[in-house]
Each structure stands twice: as C-alpha cells, then as structure tokens.
C-alpha cells in the first residue's frame, strides 16, 4: 500500500501559530509591542523573511497592527480578531471545536451549492473530484484537489462571504485534512471510502437536494475527525 505524503505546514505557518498561542495566552497583551523582527527570528531559530511573513498572517487576521516606524503591536481590546489555530490533531478537545466549525460551515455551504449551482459550475465541481481521483490512484495525497473540490463547493454557493469565510479557513484546515489523508492511508480501504463521501456530495449536488447534501457533507467531516485521531471509520 502507498502511504500518502501530506505537505508540513511551512515555518511562517509554524510561527505564525506560536506568536497566536503566546498572545491568546497572554503573554503578550493588547497595545503591546512585539519583540523586533530581529529579535523574533533569534527566539524562534528561523530567518527574518519568516518572522516578516508570520507577522503578515496575524496582521490579515487582524491580530497584529503595524505602526510606521514603531515595529509591530498586538491588537487592542475590541478589535475585530477571529482566531483559529488548528494543531497537530493531539488535543481532541481542539479538533472537536474546529469539527463543530466546519460540519456547520461547509454543510451549509454544500446545501446551497445543491440548489444553486449552475452547469457551469457542477462541472467545475465534478472536474475537482475527477482530479482527486486521479491523484489518488497516482499515488498522491490528493490535498489540493480536495481543497480545490470543496472550494467549487463554496464558489456554487454564490455566496461571496462563504467563499472570503473559505480562504481564511483553508490555510489553516490544510493540516488537518493532511493528517486525516495519511491516518486513512493506515487503514485498507479508508481512502477509498474517503472518495466515497465525496461522492455522495456531488451527487446531492447533482440531483439538487440541500438536506441530502448537509448531510454527506456533516458525515464526511465527522468521519474526517476521526481519521484524525487515528481511528478508521
């Protein structure tokens, strides 16, 4: 059997999340300044240029504020902040609520592709999971085509907030599907059955019912959770 290769999260990603935990945590308060990029770069071990893109991570989630000349600040109280920081599946505690997140989320997203999409893009969708398929008998993990599949999901919504709401999530989801893809490699047959839940998706979205879809698509995450924590499903 081939085990499946799934792409580590990149060490912008990587700090990026322990600047997140350190301020969530509050070792760095709102209004405070943050070290230097310089002095960043010698506590974490990475360069600059990684310290200088982690801190363009917080800043587009709104956590962190630049000020001329002054270096970087974490965001005072009250400013709009959404934070997510998805782990190494560890903490199921942590997996649960991002669970919960993505069940409503992309259920509903999947319900109204399914009575919304146009044939332009059902076929954009089947493309999608045509490519996965592909990948997968290849060999490959398959990670981008299953973004790619859930994001023409999301397009068919017709809904521009799901799909601003979809490109926050997918860069910090992607290690999750990750780790759920290379669990299912673990087990004969999960991959396959992964497919399978895709497949039910895109068929209630091709006949066009909206509960039919939820459903496949709140199963497929749930059974996504479990495969993360190493259980087939």
């Known amino acids: ?7 580590a999260p990149s060490l912008a990603d990587t700090v990026a999340n322990l600047l997140r935990r350190e301020i ?3 070792r760095y308060k709102p209004a405070e300044k943050l070290p230097t990029e310089h002095k960043l770069s010698e506590m974490y071990g990475v360069s600059r240029a990684i310290i200088r893109e982690a801190l363009g991570r917080l800043k587009q989630d709104g956590l962190v504020r630049s000020r001329q000349g002054a270096g970087a600040y974490v965001a005072e109280d009250g400013s ?3 934070r997510l920081i998805v782990g190494d599946g560890q903490d199921m505690s942590e997996v649960q609520h991002v669970v919960e997140l993505l069940v409503a989320f992309e259920a509903a997203a999947s319900g109204l592709a399914a009575i919304r999409r146009t044939n332009e893009q059902l076929t954009a969708i089947r493309a999608q999971f045509d490519a996965m398929e592909r990948a997968i008998e290849a060999g490959e ?3 981008d085509e299953d973004v790619a599949f859930h994001r023409a999901i ?3 919504t017709g809904n521009p907030v799901f799909q601003d709401m979809f490109n926050f999530l997918s860069t910090r989801v992607r290690t999750f599907i990750g780790i759920a893809r290379t669990n299912s490699a673990r087990y004969q047959g999960v991959t396959k059955k992964v497919q399978e839940e895709h497949s039910a998706i895109l068929e209630a979205i091709v006949e066009g019912s909206e509960e ?5 698509a709140a199963l497929h995450l749930h059974n996504a959770a479990r495969r993360l924590s190493g259980q087939a499903s």
Do not use: D, N, V, Y
Request: cysteine-free.
């Open 80 to 82: 709009p902040i959404f």
């Open 154 to 156: 999301i397009q068919a």
């Open 141 to 143: 993990s398959g990670i």
């Open 212 to 216: 039919k879809a939820r459903a496949a």
């Open 24 to 26: 969530s945590h509050g």
């Open 1 to 7: 059997m081939t085990e499946h290769l799934i792409r």
